[in-house]
């Protein structure tokens, strides 16, 4: 019975980080407008980022994702990888809603915005090693059921993002199509600048 309110809680939790509007929901809506797909697949690639991560965090590696030069880093690279996707979109939008897709597939969409996202590292860093250290004290299988349900949460959100894009932009038609890429694409290129500006901050902060 505990656990199970553990795993309803985390499931809460999970539900608002999740839900929040973001650079990956951006990104599954605009990929979701040629793919209806698109949310599971980058949801893999978020696993494969999030699951381990879940894991090595139990190994202490909670303290690196709360080193400031590794955050530094991680927003250098990471807000450069959005804006190049970003002006990608923006490129496709002045051209062909399905040129989109040389930006970058799914599945490594959802693996690098996982991985260089300083406020995803963050998070796993303070409130999600707080739940992993309560699923653990149930044991692993426990840490294990909790690393699936809060995956589970992402697979079915962005699931429901991209049917949802690729449904409505195909009875909208092409031109509100670009129109959603336009969105997007401004979308990312704007978390990509944020990105970078709390880098380049951080950085200035940490040689003065």
């Known amino acids: 019975m505990e656990l199970l309110r553990f795993l309803l809680l985390a499931i809460g939790v999970s539900l608002s980080g999740v839900m929040a509007p973001g650079a ?22 978020h696993g494969l980022v999030e699951i381990p991560l879940i894991f090595l ?7 690196l994702f709360q080193a400031e030069a590794f955050q530094i880093i ?14 990608g979109l923006l490129r496709a939008r002045a051209e062909n809603p399905q040129a989109a897709k040389s930006t970058s597939g ?19 860093a303070t409130v999600g090693l707080n739940l992993a250290l309560q699923a653990k004290s149930f044991g692993w299988i426990a840490l294990a059921l909790f690393a699936l349900v809060h995956w589970s949460c ?31 694409g401004i979308a990312l290129v704007g978390f990509g600048v944020y990105f970078l500006r709390g880098a380049i901050v951080g950085l200035r902060g940490s040689v003065a």
């Open 74 to 87: 991680v927003g250098l690279l990471g807000g450069g990888f959005l804006i190049w996707m970003g002006v």
């Open 24 to 45: 990956v929901t951006a990104a599954t809506i605009a990929q979701g407008t040629r793919n209806r797909w698109a949310g599971v697949l980058i949801s893999l690639g």
């Open 154 to 184: 992402d697979l079915i959100w962005l699931t429901i993002l991209s049917f949802t894009s690729y449904h409505g932009t195909n009875l909208l038609g092409p031109r509100n199509q670009r129109i959603i890429l336009w969105v997007c």
């Open 106 to 124: 799914p599945v490594m969409t959802g693996l690098v915005l996982s991985a260089g996202n300083p406020y995803f590292l963050l998070w796993w």
């Open 57 to 63: 965090l139990m190994a202490g590696l909670a303290i």
